[in-house]
């Protein structure tokens, strides 16, 4: 069974800096994709980030320029660095393992607050 647990949230004032992890546990292949949503109150579930299996990323509008994805295959982890946050940045972030059968995993999520 495939398992995703985040952490490295947080309150961060406006223009700080976070780094989320995504550790997974559970049989996850270096062909998977890994990827980064988010959901502020109120709001649908938004793509944030996605790395390949080949090391492709892609942001989101809001991530462009400030966010960076990565992974690290060995250790099965992804991580999401965000900096220049905003306010607007302020939302549960939800971590994602996307196999090429179509078949997704998601953490449980992890609050991000920027406020001042």
């Known amino acids: 069974q495939v398992q995703l647990v985040e952490s490295g949230g947080g309150l961060v004032h406006p223009g700080g800096s976070l780094r989320l992890s995504c550790a997974v546990s559970?049989?996850?292949?270096?062909?998977?994709?890994m990827a980064w949503h988010r959901q502020a109150p109120g709001q649908q579930r938004e793509l944030v980030a996605v790395?390949?299996?080949?090391?492709?990323?892609i942001y989101g509008d809001s991530a462009k320029g400030r966010f960076t994805i990565s992974r690290d295959n060995a250790k099965n982890t992804s991580y999401l660095q965000m900096n220049g946050l905003k306010p607007e940045d302020t939302a549960v972030y939800y971590c994602?393992?996307?196999?090429?059968?179509?078949?997704?995993?998601w953490g449980q999520g992890i609050q991000v607050t920027v406020a001042s």
């Open positions: 790395i390949t299996s080949g090391g492709r990323t």
């Open positions: 559970g049989t996850i292949f270096s062909t998977d994709g």
């Open positions: 994602q393992v996307a196999q090429p059968s179509g078949t997704a995993y």
